[in-house]
């Protein structure tokens, strides 16, 4: 049985739409975890994102019997920090076991001591394949071109600063 996400919020959890992040950060996970966040709240988005992790991710098994697995949006934020940082699941069970804004990012409270175990981890986010993950990159892109008001078909302009 897998759910997109928990519908009912525990105590201690912190709304990701009402998340902050420290803006002067030099650090790439407060980036990707803004970048997370603009996901979650653009309702469209997220929408289209779950029915394609839900039609991709293990189809054959069953929706409703089972006992519960990670939830997608879990899947969907540790693939996403696993990708942006180039980290091995060692690294990525230690960020999502004991870095405090990701654990909000994946919806666990102060008081929630879940913890995720490697297997599980490896198992789960596997299951994005490159398919799957293009698939969704175009729809955050065609979200981002609304973002930025441009139509799809004209080029959007970026920069990017490397330090040396």
Same mark, same amino acid.
């Given at each position: 049985m897998?759910?997109?996400q928990n519908?009912?919020?525990?105590?201690g959890?912190?709304?990701? @739409?009402k998340?902050? !992040?420290d803006?002067? @950060?030099?650090d $790439?996970?407060?980036?990707?975890l803004? &970048?997370l966040q603009?996901? %979650? +709240?653009?309702?469209?988005?997220?929408?289209?994102? !779950?029915?394609l992790?839900d039609a991709?991710i @293990?189809? =054959?098994? /069953?929706?409703?019997?089972g006992r519960?697995g990670?939830?997608?949006? /879990?899947? #969907?934020?540790c &693939?996403?920090?696993?990708?942006d940082?180039n980290?091995d %699941?060692?690294r #990525?069970? =230690?960020?999502?076991?004991h870095h405090?804004?990701l654990?909000?990012?994946?919806?666990?409270?102060? !008081?929630?001591d879940?913890t995720y175990?490697f297997? +599980?981890?490896k $198992?789960n986010?596997?299951?994005l394949?490159p398919?799957?993950?293009?698939?969704?990159n175009?729809l955050?892109?065609a979200?981002?071109h609304?973002l930025?008001?441009? /139509?799809? $078909? =004209?080029?959007?302009r970026g920069?990017? $600063?490397?330090?040396?």
């Amino acid at each position: 049985m897998r759910v997109a996400q928990n519908e009912q919020m525990t105590i201690g959890e912190v709304d990701i @739409s009402k998340m902050r !992040f420290d803006l002067k @950060s030099r650090d $790439d996970i407060p980036k990707i975890l803004r &970048g997370l966040q603009f996901i %979650y +709240t653009n309702l469209a988005l997220r929408t289209s994102i !779950f029915a394609l992790l839900d039609a991709n991710i @293990s189809p =054959e098994v /069953s929706k409703t019997n089972g006992r519960p697995g990670m939830t997608l949006w /879990s899947i #969907l934020v540790c &693939g996403v920090i696993r990708l942006d940082l180039n980290c091995d %699941y060692d690294r #990525l069970q =230690e960020l999502v076991n004991h870095h405090n804004t990701l654990r909000e990012m994946l919806g666990h409270g102060a !008081f929630d001591d879940v913890t995720y175990h490697f297997q +599980t981890l490896k $198992d789960n986010v596997r299951l994005l394949t490159p398919e799957l993950l293009d698939q969704i990159n175009q729809l955050v892109v065609a979200a981002g071109h609304i973002l930025v008001k441009k /139509s799809p $078909d =004209e080029a959007l302009r970026g920069r990017c $600063d490397l330090c040396t």
